[in-house]
């Protein structure tokens, strides 16, 4: 019996449709002839929380750290339950697995940790998806390959899993219990990727903070030359220069201004350099992200979830979690119906798509920088772009404009560069001049700035320059000074955060930690970037004010407390080189493992051994989060304020909302009492016990008023909800702690 494993109920339907298994079973389908299809709704199974391993590990304390299980543990996760049973049930009876979730390493781990957990001992194949329509399904059926081929990927994510929880539960608990000495009633979440793109946030926010606007000037001069006209800026002698490299001296500029209109000049040098520029490369997610961000303004979760859409629900682009921006050259023979599906699915397109030239091979095609992923880029498949919404037609516009640009002409033109002398003087003049439009024909507005901005191309050197030669006399018709003021850097942006994550390494002047970073693919993976900004939101270190993302107090408190060592890129970089020779075969995940716990260890006893200095260090970024305090109703002591953490449903106990209560300090009387409008309520336990009811308590005979529906993953409360692609759908009371979400009326979750 075969078993294709999927990762989503969706992908499921997909494969099976064109594997033509239709036969409808618990959780799978099926052909009767011994050929099955099934899936999981993302990870089955889960890590065991510290608690798992040891009850004492409920308290959290510092003396008990570090928490380095002795053996890896998982188990299924509550909402996954029933398809884990319809899974393992198929993998026990199965001769062979063929693995069918996404190609990367989570995907890889999603299935193998199930058949791992089964016990599986039959032959395990791999199915390498890369699109989900009929005839990318199709040809990767052809080329099913060995298992093994693409093992090493879960040996990476394991690898990754664990080094994950090893950092986030025992520094989360120990920051966490630091700053509760001083009566921070927050948790400080600590991980490898989040806690170093917060500290950029946090740094470039306080150099925004800190900076002090200077004056600089610049001179403009108009000179007459046989063919007319052309405008030079001042080349100020290395003496008049700042540090910086400018002006800064007004009365010099002044004076140099005033006595150049009228004075006899001459061209110094005239270089004409013809230029080729061809097409940009097709999207990675990172630089789909930044150019939708840019163009369109969304957020770098939103176009990920749009992507999502156009791969899984209408498969009209390839995988959209790549970080590879290249296409295989077999692919180069599918060009012209890949052109024509987008005439069909897009008649706006039909302009854009009648200009190419299928016959083209554009730079994009090269089997050498292939990943486990090509490019973001438009399928085969059939859609109607009037069913989707505005935000999946315009990126997929986007990303078919990229993928188009690469059957178009490069663009051509002309490189000026101008030195004018003039009164013992020089003047420098840049011009670009288009001969042929090439590719740029397609990128217009913001799409086209957005080209210019990345090259560093200034309007000045856009100017285009009369004809002139060597030795030409000329004359200078008026000068004018140009007051300017030096600028702090700008917010941090979902585009330019992105970009800084992809390319940490120019956040640091070392350069042997610049060359470190340089070979690793930046802070996380493409697929990750987006999940760890939103994170970092949630958490209550990052905030969006309209477009710009800025740090919080809370922030600043963590990167106060933690080392370097936490918040460096450096370390990040230095576990990505060692998880990718994983991925790749060439390194062990046990002696990884073994580098991240001892590494850990040390931390962890660096911070117990140097509390005290760090608190004193930290006091002044803590100080905006000290909890307010009042006197306990019971013993007269001090309450605090805490927060609660929500509680899924269980068959015991219902489930409850996470909020703010007061807690007495004093550990013989335990007293709490409910949160009313910052100070205590009347209602409370007493004294006796450790804590109130929860507000909001819903019981699982309640859980389906208002909704309709129970939480598929905590049997709570429900209610609908509407997605970043105005798509509605209903979703737990409790996010973000529980994500369960269910679509209509079905009897399962969805995808």
């Known amino acids: 019996m075969d078993v294709y494993l999927c990762e989503k109920p969706s992908q499921g339907r997909d494969l099976a449709r064109v594997l033509g298994v239709s036969q409808r079973g618990d959780g799978y389908l099926h052909d009767g002839a011994g050929r099955h299809v099934t899936w999981a709704v993302g990870h089955l199974l889960s890590e065991f ?59 890889e781990s999603i299935a193998r940790s199930i058949i791992d957990r089964v016990g599986f001992r039959g032959e395990i194949l791999r199915l390498k998806l890369r699109a989900l329509d009929e005839h990318s399904i199709r040809q990767a059926l052809k080329d099913i390959c060995p298992g093994t081929e693409t093992e090493s990927l879960y040996q990476a994510a394991m690898s990754r899993s664990h080094a994950d929880w090893l950092v986030g539960m025992n520094l989360t608990r120990a920051y966490t219990v630091l700053a509760g000495q001083m009566n921070v009633a927050e948790v400080f979440s600590i991980g490898r990727v989040q806690s170093p793109t917060i500290k950029l946030v946090v740094d470039r926010d306080a150099k925004i903070a800190n900076f002090s606007p200077s004056p600089f000037y610049e001179i403009k001069a108009s000179f007459e030359v046989q063919n007319g006209m052309l405008v030079a800026k001042w080349v100020a002698p290395e003496n008049v220069l700042d540090p910086e490299g400018r002006c800064v001296n007004r009365p010099l500029c002044d004076q140099l201004a005033a006595a150049l209109p009228g004075r006899k000049a001459v061209i110094e040098s005239a270089e004409v350099k013809p230029s080729k520029e061809s097409a940009p490369l097709p999207f990675s997610l990172s630089r789909l992200q930044q150019a939708c961000s840019k163009q369109l303004g969304l957020s770098a979760k939103e176009v990920l979830t749009v992507a999502q859409a156009l791969y899984e629900k209408h498969k009209v682009s390839s995988y959209p979690r790549s970080d590879c921006s290249y296409l295989p050259e077999s692919q180069h023979a599918e060009v012209p119906e890949v052109l024509q599906a987008i005439m069909l699915n897009d008649p706006e397109s039909a302009g854009m798509v009648n200009g190419a030239s299928a016959e083209m091979k554009s730079r994009a095609f090269n089997d050498s920088k292939i990943s486990a992923h090509h490019a973001i880029i438009p399928t085969r498949g059939s859609a109607d772009v009037s069913r989707m919404t505005e935000d999946e037609r315009n990126v997929y516009r986007i990303i078919c404009r990229q993928f188009v640009a690469q059957f178009y002409a490069p663009h051509q033109f002309d490189r000026t560069h101008i030195i004018v002398e003039c009164g013992g003087q020089r003047f420098e003049a840049k011009g670009k001049t288009t001969r042929k439009a090439g590719w740029r024909v397609l990128f217009s507005g913001a799409a086209a700035e957005e080209k210019d901005d990345a090259k560093g191309e200034d309007e000045a050197e856009q100017q285009q320059l009369p004809a002139v030669k060597h030795g030409e006399p000329s004359v200078c018709r008026g000068a004018e000074v140009d007051s300017k003021t030096t600028r702090p850097p700008p917010h941090f942006t979902d585009a330019t955060l992105i970009g800084a994550m992809e390319n940490v390494a120019r956040y640091t002047d070392d350069q042997k930690i610049k060359r470190v970073l340089a070979e690793t693919a930046g802070l996380g993976t493409e697929a990750t970037r987006s999940d760890t900004i939103e994170g970092a939101i949630q958490r209550g270190y990052l905030a969006r004010d309209k477009t710009v993302i800025k740090s919080t107090n809370k922030a600043r408190a963590m990167i106060s407390m933690a080392p370097p060592a936490v918040t460096s890129p450096v370390m990040t970089g230095l576990w990505e080189q060692q998880l990718s020779a994983i991925a790749n075969g060439q390194a062990r995940r046990q002696d990884f493992e073994r580098q991240i716990i001892k590494w850990m260890s040390d ?23 000290v909890a307010p ?6 013993c007269q002591g001090t309450m605090v304020l805490r927060y609660s953490k929500p509680r899924a449903a269980t068959k015991t106990s219902p489930a409850r909302e996470g909020g703010p209560f007061w807690a007495c300090k004093n550990a013989e009387c335990k007293a709490t009492r409910p949160d009313d409008n910052g100070a205590p309520g009347s209602r409370g336990n007493g004294g006796s016990g450790s804590g109130q009811k929860a507000k909001g308590v819903i019981g699982p005979k309640n859980a389906m008023k208002g909704s309709g529906y129970k939480c598929p993953e905590c049997q709570g409360p429900m209610k609908k909800r509407s997605s970043g692609t105005g798509n509605e759908f209903w979703g737990c009371m409790s996010y973000p702690a529980c994500k369960g979400t269910r679509k209509g009326r079905t009897k399962k979750a969805t995808n």
């Open 49 to 107: 929380e510290p608690q798992d391993y040891d009850e004492r590990y409920k308290r959290w304390s510092l003396n008990d750290l570090p928490i380095i299980p002795d053996q890896w543990k998982q188990k299924v996760s509550y909402h996954a339950r029933d398809q884990f049973k319809a899974v393992s049930g198929l993998l026990k009876s199965a001769s062979r697995v063929i693995i069918a979730t996404d190609l990367d390493r989570e995907g």
């Open 603 to 625: 931390v962890i006893h660096s911070i117990q051994g140097d509390a005290s200095a760090i608190l004193q260090r930290s006091s002044g970024a803590l100080a905006p989060l």
């Open 629 to 634: 305090t009042h006197p306990c109703p019971v």
